[in-house]
């Protein structure tokens, strides 16, 4: 198969060279057993880019000034010739939409073919975070279901109220997430027919829960007196704690419980929710996504040029855009601006082919069972089994890590010095493996918050927990944040920052300094 | 399966509604710079966009996060020199590390203490005349107008050739045959039935002289029907335009300075900021600006800008001079009834000693009846001279649309600017 007739010299394209270079990626990536959604390939032009980019990958999204903000900034970078990598750009969707940009060369388009349309493609069909937390078929229904809701909401309540509350569910929506509860997929049409049921149904079950004393006898455990002991002789305050577990997901407690949301708000954060759920998996994987993006384009561009559908020339310039693209600045470079997702990522993936492959005693001393197994089924199990905490815990080899010559500094503000704790040798590699792994947790990158009362016999008042890391406080955007929340609730709210059992820290909004003067 | 699907000649600018929206959210952020940006600009300079920077702090959107402290490990690529158990001084801000835990997940423009970035030519523009108006823009009433605009006004019979209406024309014309031809069809359809039954008797029974008659008649019909026009001059429509008469949008601007001796290149300099925000302005509210350029020592003489603006010249100053001349440019080139008149004058406030009552006289005699508005700035940190006093009193006359103000530096000129054309409340 060495006859070598490339399908195409040069820079320039047309749908027809397109649509053969596809054939060919497709026909490869079914030889690797790339599973994908049917592809939708669209052609645009710059400035759509910076369209598609500022909406952050949503391809209908509802308005608010936070994404002209994001244009002005992608504009501004591309004006400036600091905007790499704007030719990928990939939706998990059904079928899965991709855009090339019409000044890309032909390498670049056929690039982005296999890497965003067999790569990150067959990533979101075959990752168990996608199956679980998003519904690929539905998502557009869902955008546009959203876009029209919130103009509709503009129209009839002016556009200052729908913004200040998108503002408000902006600063929440990373805890807009359930984390252990697997979400029942929506049907965007559905969601439509049920929405106007649901703002009377909620609405009905928000007053119920603000009107009565709920009925339930507590246990002597759960007895908790809000009150002073002998102020509640008659027991009225003893109902227990609500909620009686804590809650990670605030903006669903909200929409829930907020005792002074119209329904068309809660409504409002339903969506801004359900698309934080939907953003959740991508937040989660992405060293493994665009790791195994790239490590596909490189394989199948690879396999084009080994049966000479491209040539000497587009190869070559190939290598040089994926050598950029995966290219690690050192920590002391002034380029460096943390791991490189697509360096750390391709490293990984190849690691574990070449251990498939060509395992070392060291090898497989480590990866008893992946040495010398099949390695496009291990690449596969790999992908589909693991988010990036959990994929770097299972699979960081010590080849990759001394490739990498990763180090480990461990940063306490009781100690004046830095340490470094670990390096790349025997006695680092497990130390380093699990604190990068740790280092992707979500739960480690974001503070631990979670809803711990609502003063509902009281007050009214909201009180969250905060859970601290390592004695890590949480940075001043607190207040602004609680500022929102406090819109939100519309009754006062308060966060202990907790130190195991101790209360270190409170914060309140309004602040107290205020209510004494307004009192 | 895969489709390609070519969108690149969608809509474009999906974005602008969000980019409207951030604008106008920080709005009295984006006005700080625009002004800043007026007074810094070189002369000319007004037909490019701006860049414009907010503190990032006031455009962030709060989350959740790790603030500073406490302990944390955090692993970085590219180790050279260290080994395990080496002690580091911290590196300087604190920061430490450069948030190696982030992956890249943080946005562009965090990090950076400004936010920064474009405003097109119009934005720019819309932000430098925010809040003003033109005082007096209701145009020339239409009864004193004499411009006219043709508007379609239907269809005509008659008409030029260049505005036939092909398809009303063709209805017409299908009409006609229509109606023109059903008499002709109908007895050629009775002339054929009763041919057939002509010769479906027996031979016998035939008349053959009633035959030939049908025969004969049928040939004729059918003739008549060929004959039938299938266009016709009686069919073509035209488009009918009408003239109607149009409120002006035209506009000429009269740039009136001094160029005495005491006048320096830096009142120049003021006076042509001052001349080019209105020109900017006026463009904004009219299709057409003219401008005309009249500068005057004792003698006043029609120049163009660049000769206004950079030649110099000595001796005295006769304001009179310049008015008078406007005024007979008025009656040659721009008769009000079709042009918004503006005149906008500089000058350092000298004038010979007389001229300044038959300036006032001649101003509200002569001009002013005739003008849309009048603004004059007086470019001098000294006391006011006669000039001045004497406009006062046409300032008295006619408040609604003669403006005069003093300005003293070039920081001046757009508070100024502002102060003249700021929105008055409508009463």
């Known amino acids: 198969m060495t006859d070598r007739k490339p399908i195409a010299t040069g820079s320039d394209w047309n749908f027809e060279i397109l649509h053969e270079f596809e054939d060919e990626i497709a026909r490869l990536a079914d030889e690797y057993r790339l599973d994908t959604y049917?592809?939708?390939?669209?052609?645009?032009?710059?400035?759509?880019?910076?369209?598609?980019?500022?909406?952050?990958?949503?391809?209908?999204?509802?308005?608010?000034?936070?994404?002209?903000?994001?244009?002005?900034?992608?504009?501004?970078a591309y004006r400036r010739g600091q905007m790499g990598l704007a030719y990928e750009l990939v939706i998990n969707s059904d079928p899965c939409i991709a855009y090339l940009m019409e000044e890309n060369t032909l390498m670049m388009q056929v690039l982005v073919m296999a890497h965003a349309c067999y790569g990150h493609?067959?990533?979101?069909?075959?990752?168990?975070?996608?199956?679980?937390?998003?519904?690929?078929?539905?998502?557009?229904?869902?955008?546009?279901?959203?876009?029209?809701?919130?103009?509709?909401?503009?129209?009839?309540?002016?556009?200052?109220?729908?913004?200040?509350?998108?503002?408000?569910?902006?600063a929440l929506q990373n805890y807009g997430v359930d984390r252990y509860k697997r979400p029942s997929p929506i049907s965007a049409e559905e969601e439509a027919r049920r929405q106007k049921e649901r703002e009377a149904y909620l609405q009905a079950q928000v007053n119920t829960l603000w009107r009565t004393i709920p009925e339930r006898v507590p246990s002597d455990g759960e007895r908790e007196t809000i009150a002073g002991e002998g102020e509640d002789p008659l027991g009225l305050h003893a109902g227990g704690r609500y909620p009686p577990e804590p809650q990670e997901n605030l903006l669903y407690f909200i929409e829930k419980n907020a005792p002074l949301l119209a329904p068309w708000q809660r409504e409002v954060v339903r969506i801004v929710r359900k698309l934080a759920q939907y953003f959740y998996p991508q937040r989660q994987t992405q060293v493994m996504n665009e790791g195994w993006a790239t490590f596909w384009h490189y394989t199948l561009m690879n396999r084009l040029f080994d049966e000479g559908m491209v040539d000497e020339g587009l190869m070559l310039e190939f290598l040089q855009s994926h050598t950029s693209v995966v290219q690690q600045p050192p920590f002391d470079s002034p380029h460096y601006s943390g791991i490189n997702p697509y360096a750390l990522g391709f490293a990984m993936f190849t690691d574990i082919r070449r251990i498939c492959e060509a395992p070392t005693e060291e090898d497989r001393e480590w990866f008893p069972d992946t040495a010398g197994s099949d390695w496009v089924e291990t690449l596969h199990f790999a992908m589909r089994n693991f988010k990036d905490e959990s994929f770097i815990q299972q699979f960081l080899s010590p080849k990759v890590i001394r490739d990498l010559k990763l180090f480990m500094v461990i940063d306490d503000d009781q100690d004046e010095m830095l340490e470094?704790?670990?390096?790349?040798?025997?006695?680092?590699?497990?130390?380093?493996?699990?604190?990068?792994?740790?280092?992707?947790?979500?739960?480690?990158?974001?503070?631990?918050?979670?809803?711990?009362s609502a003063d509902i016999r009281g007050d009214r008042s909201l009180t969250l927990r905060h859970v601290q890391d390592s004695r890590r406080p949480l940075a001043r955007s607190v207040y602004p944040v609680m500022r929102h929340l406090h819109q939100l609730w519309g009754f006062p709210v308060k966060l202990e920052s907790m130190e195991g059992e101790e209360i270190v820290r409170r914060y309140h909004w309004p602040l107290p300094e205020e209510d004494k003067a307004v009192e | 399966m895969t489709y390609f699907i070519d969108r690149r000649a969608n809509a474009k600018r999906k974005s602008a509604v969000n980019r409207q929206r951030f604008l106008d959210r920080y709005r009295t952020h984006i006005k700080r710079s625009v002004e800043e940006a007026v007074n810094r600009r070189s002369i000319t300079d007004m037909e490019r966009g701006e860049k414009v920077s907010i503190p990032t702090r006031d455009i962030s959107e709060p989350v959740f996060q790790h603030g500073p402290g406490g302990k944390r490990s955090i692993i970085a690529p590219g180790n050279k020199e260290f080994v395990e158990g080496d002690r580091l001084r911290r590196p300087g801000g604190g920061g430490g590390g450069g948030g190696a835990g982030e992956g890249g997940a943080s946005n562009q423009g965090e990090g950076m203490d400004e936010f920064a970035f474009t405003l097109s030519r119009e934005e720019f523009l819309d932000f430098v005349f925010d809040g003003l108006e033109l005082p007096h823009l209701e145009r020339k009433s239409l009864v004193d107008l004499d411009e006219v605009r043709p508007v379609r006004a239907g269809f005509t019979r008659e008409g030029v050739p260049a505005r036939?209406?092909?398809?009303?024309?063709?209805?017409?014309?299908?009409?006609?045959?229509?109606?023109?031809?059903?008499?002709?069809?109908?007895?050629?359809?009775?002339?054929?039935?009763?041919?057939?039954?002509?010769?479906?008797?027996?031979?016998?029974?035939?008349?053959?002289?009633?035959?030939?008659?049908?025969?004969?008649?049928?040939?004729?019909?059918?003739?008549?029907?060929?004959?039938?026009?299938?266009?016709?001059?009686?069919?073509?429509?035209?488009?009918?335009?009408?003239?109607?008469?149009?409120?002006?949008?035209?506009?000429?601007?009269?740039?009136?300075?001094?160029?005495?001796?005491?006048?320096?290149?830096?009142?120049?300099?003021?006076?042509?900021?001052?001349?080019?925000?209105?020109?900017?302005?006026?463009?904004?509210?009219?299709?057409?600006?003219?401008?005309?350029f009249v500068r005057h020592h004792t003698a006043a003489k029609e120049v163009d800008e660049e000769e206004f603006f950079y030649s110099r010249e000595t001796g005295g100053t006769i304001v009179s001079s310049a008015l008078t001349l406007v005024d007979e440019i008025i009656e040659a080139r721009y008769p009000p009834t079709q042009w918004n008149l503006y005149v906008a004058q500089a000058s350092d406030g000298d004038n010979w000693d007389d001229d300044s009552l038959t300036c006032r006289d001649l101003l509200a005699k002569s001009?002013?009846?005739?003008?849309?508005?009048?603004?004059?700035?007086?470019?001098?940190?000294?006391?006011?001279q006669a000039l001045w006093e004497e406009y006062e009193r046409v300032e008295a006359e006619y408040p609604e649309r003669f403006a005069m103000r003093q300005i003293v530096e070039a920081g001046d000129i757009y508070p100024v600017f502002r102060e003249l054309f700021r929105r008055r409340s409508t009463q």
């Open chain 1, 38 to 76: 049917p592809n939708q390939i669209e052609i645009i032009t710059t400035e759509q880019m910076m369209d598609a980019y500022a909406s952050v990958g949503m391809p209908v999204g509802y308005h608010h000034w936070s994404f002209g903000k994001q244009f002005l900034a992608v504009e501004q």
């Open chain 1, 121 to 170: 493609n067959s990533f979101f069909k075959g990752n168990y975070l996608f199956r679980t937390w998003t519904d690929a078929s539905s998502i557009v229904d869902y955008l546009l279901f959203a876009r029209r809701y919130i103009a509709e909401c503009e129209e009839r309540h002016g556009v200052t109220a729908v913004e200040q509350l998108l503002d408000a569910c902006h």
């Open chain 1, 420 to 452: 470094v704790a670990a390096i790349h040798d025997e006695h680092g590699y497990r130390r380093i493996r699990e604190a990068l792994a740790i280092q992707y947790a979500l739960s480690v990158r974001e503070p631990n918050i979670q809803i711990y």
């Open chain 2, 164 to 292: 036939i209406n092909i398809v009303r024309s063709m209805r017409e014309a299908h009409a006609r045959r229509i109606a023109m031809r059903g008499p002709i069809r109908r007895a050629l359809r009775e002339a054929q039935e009763a041919l057939e039954v002509e010769e479906r008797k027996d031979p016998v029974l035939r008349n053959p002289a009633r035959i030939e008659e049908l025969r004969a008649e049928i040939e004729r019909l059918e003739k008549r029907l060929e004959a039938v026009p299938f266009i016709d001059t009686y069919d073509l429509r035209y488009n009918n335009l009408i003239n109607q008469p149009q409120p002006s949008s035209k506009a000429v601007m009269f740039c009136v300075m001094d160029v005495s001796g005491s006048m320096t290149q830096a009142h120049k300099d003021i006076a042509k900021r001052f001349f080019l925000l209105l020109y900017l302005f006026l463009e904004r509210n009219y299709e057409k600006v003219e401008l005309v």
């Open chain 2, 367 to 384: 001009l002013m009846p005739r003008l849309q508005y009048f603004t004059y700035v007086e470019i001098t940190p000294h006391a006011h």
